[in-house]
């Protein structure tokens, strides 16, 4: 495993796989790996010959009050899950790498699709991962890039730059990995104390709860939800979005109807944490 | 020769001469190919071992009152250009090829690069090339691209993306081809009645005196300028602009400081018809 800083040199690595008739993956993540990334890892190496993981801490998709300082980096740690988990390339670029120039003149605007679940709480947060990603895409020129569910308006809308871009990468997604209560793993779960990571799992089971009621045929779930909401508060959340939405436009959507996929998702303060989850719904 | 009109064939053609171990150069066009365009591939043929040539009136570079519809369009005699100038692969997308949903979420925005020159005349005319461009590279990956210093504002604008986006493909920039009067050869000047295209070759005699007066010394050349427009005007003209700007950031500029680079463009109707002409000034 090779792990490499500049740009140069992850296209001359990524050159020699290919020169190799090698088919190529693509990871991004911003470190603090944990189980979930290994399960994309791991997803990789199943759809291509060789793993490319990036490692970086993208300053702009975090707010001004976000948690870009203190979000966990554990650089050496990553490095070893990666080198277990067979990872051919691991990059590791720095600001002035991924950012070379003090002014920008470029930016990517994204109408609609960031209304809504996570846009509409941190602005700039999906404008920034899509600066990023594109970058990385263009440097890597991966045939494939996995993400993960978890983060499914990422994934939505990514899939849409790549369409409407054309990038010739195409996006898996890959199933979230859950702790054995089930909470979704996060690299934020570490800010969680004690007390609430017991309380954490129960965002997962109110969606599970709401998702049966759907699939037994409740088609306007906003009561439905609306309790949830009052009980995740009763629990000491702090609600931000737990709603149903639309997998194409991601727009929240009052009334079901059958045949259609939709995206039931949450995310809820415990404490200074924010904590997402989601199921996709056949309803 | 191969002529390509879908996006799945023209990146199988190119992997095709990439598997042969050939470098590609790629020239996009509008069509209507001069002899401005054959020097642009004769240059591509320089520098790579393979030349594409796309052939594409991008919709998204014409504002609502500019001349999409009378764009000179002639793919046979194109085609038969490409083919004598051996071109590898002639990419003809149609619209639905290049923007295949009625829907776009995603759209490239220009800080300040746009603010001067034809991005002032015509709003959203380089957001549409940065949109058409950002496409194509994804498309055909190529290890160069050949663009006209006669458009010197896509031109810098286009390498601008290449550096943010992490494109890797270098830019070249080919010199602007004239007649044997000095007019710059254009897919427009087309539109030039017999008079005007006697006229029009004034607009180049007079970037080159301001040119002169500039090397000779003159460092503040506002009312030189102003006095040009005026001539211009007395032949016929209106003008659009006639000015000095910074090459990177493509402003004007009062003052002109030694050892620095230059822009001296202009650009201006004959009837209408525009015309655009630059010279770049080392100071």
Do not use: W
Not at 268 to 283: E, H, P, V
């Amino acid at each position: 495993m090779k792990q490499i800083e500049s740009i140069d040199d992850i296209r001359a690595a990524v050159r020699a796989l290919r020169s190799e008739n090698k088919t190529i993956a693509f990871v991004p993540t911003m470190g603090a790996l944990h189980q979930g990334h290994i399960s994309l890892i791991r997803k990789a190496h199943k759809h291509a010959d060789a793993v490319v993981v990036s490692i970086y801490v993208n300053p702009e998709q975090f707010g001004p009050n976000e948690d870009f300082d203190s979000y966990p980096r554990r650089l050496q740690a990553d490095l070893n899950v990666c080198e277990k988990e067979k990872v051919d390339l691991v990059f590791t670029p720095d600001d002035a790498v991924m950012y070379s120039s003090s002014v920008n003149y470029f930016s990517i605007e994204i109408e609609e699709l960031g209304d809504h679940m996570d846009g509409a709480s941190r602005p700039g947060f999906f404008e920034g991962i899509v600066l990023v990603v594109n970058k990385l895409f263009n440097i890597i020129k991966p045939d494939i890039a996995v993400f993960g569910q978890k983060d499914i308006q990422q994934f939505q809308i990514l899939s849409r730059m790549v369409k409407e871009f054309n990038h010739s990468v195409e996006l898996v997604m890959a199933p979230i990995a859950r702790a054995n209560d089930g909470l979704a793993l996060s690299s934020r779960n570490a800010y969680l104390s004690e007390e609430e990571r017991t309380i954490a799992p129960a965002l997962y089971r109110a969606l599970r709860y709401v998702e049966k009621q759907i699939l037994d045929g409740v088609d306007k779930p906003e009561l439905l939800l609306s309790h949830q909401k009052d009980e995740l508060e009763a629990k000491g959340f702090q609600n931000d979005y737990l709603n149903v939405y639309s997998l194409d436009r991601l727009a929240p959507v009052s009334q079901l109807k059958e045949g259609n996929r939709y995206i039931l998702a949450g995310a809820a303060y415990l404490g200074k944490t924010r904590l997402i989850d989601n199921i996709i719904i056949d309803f």
